[in-house]
């Protein structure tokens, strides 16, 4: 069965950076793009962007454009997104999610990493 | 970017009893609308693509309808486990892909 299974939770100061990855079994790694998906405490979903992990190309929401940057590794089937210069609203819960067959409808997502931002 | 916008907010239904939701998109966006349910400490959960199918899985009691900038979820005789909240999603146009603020649907 298909499995994202991501990182645990961390608490990160102003300024600093953030890495959560994400495990992908049961499927072809690189058959399907991964995608991140944050959600700040009571709010809504927000897309981050994209890594297609048979080319390593990337597309980020131009909200996130020169902060964020998505990796993987082919060999392990992780998907890496790194945050960087964090700020208290980046406080939220960030979800890998699998893209389905059409690369942009979700169909499998982690159990959700919390990054907590404070000082 | 497109502005996917959901309304209620808040929907208070009976056991039983159907649950129309809606979605409206910032400009068309054919017919390229997922929607998702989320539970409190859950991640989302597909429900619906291509506006009107279903993922696998989800019961007939729940439909998508609609094209263009109009979208609708219904859920015809709401049972316990419907009682969540709900986003629709665009695709048709990225970066970003853009998600509605979401509707509750509580238990009246």
């Known amino acids: 069965q298909v499995q994202l299974v991501q990182s645990g939770a961390e608490v990160k100061r102003p300024g600093a950076s953030v890495k959560v990855s994400c495990k992908a079994s049961g499927y072809t790694f690189t058959g399907y793009y991964i995608h991140w998906v944050r959600q700040a405490p009571g709010q809504g979903l927000e897309s981050m962007g994209w890594i297609n992990p048979n080319s390593g190309g990337t597309n980020y929401a131009q909200k996130f454009q020169g902060r964020v940057t998505m990796s993987r590794d082919t060999s392990i089937s992780t998907a890496t997104m790194e945050l960087s210069w964090l700020k208290s609203d980046d406080t939220a819960v960030y979800y890998c999610?699998?893209?389905?067959?059409?690369?942009?409808?979700?169909?499998?997502w982690g159990q959700g990493t919390l990054v907590t931002v404070s000082s | 970017e497109i502005v996917m916008t959901q309304s209620p907010a808040t929907l208070s239904v009976s056991p039983g009893e159907r649950a129309t939701l809606s979605c409206r998109a910032s400009q068309s966006v054919s017919s390229n609308v997922a929607w998702y349910q989320q539970k409190p400490g859950q991640a989302p959960r597909l429900l619906i693509y291509g506006a009107s199918t279903r993922a696998t899985g989800i019961p007939g009691r729940i439909t998508g309808s609609g094209s263009g900038t109009e979208f609708t979820l219904t859920i015809s005789s709401l049972q316990s486990e419907d009682f969540a909240v709900y986003y629709c999603?665009?695709?048709?146009?990225?970066?970003?892909?853009?998600f509605g603020g979401g509707t509750k649907v509580e238990i009246k």
């Open positions: 999610a699998r893209g389905s067959d059409s690369n942009y409808v979700y169909d499998y």
């Open positions: 999603q665009q695709y048709n146009n990225w970066p970003p892909l853009t």
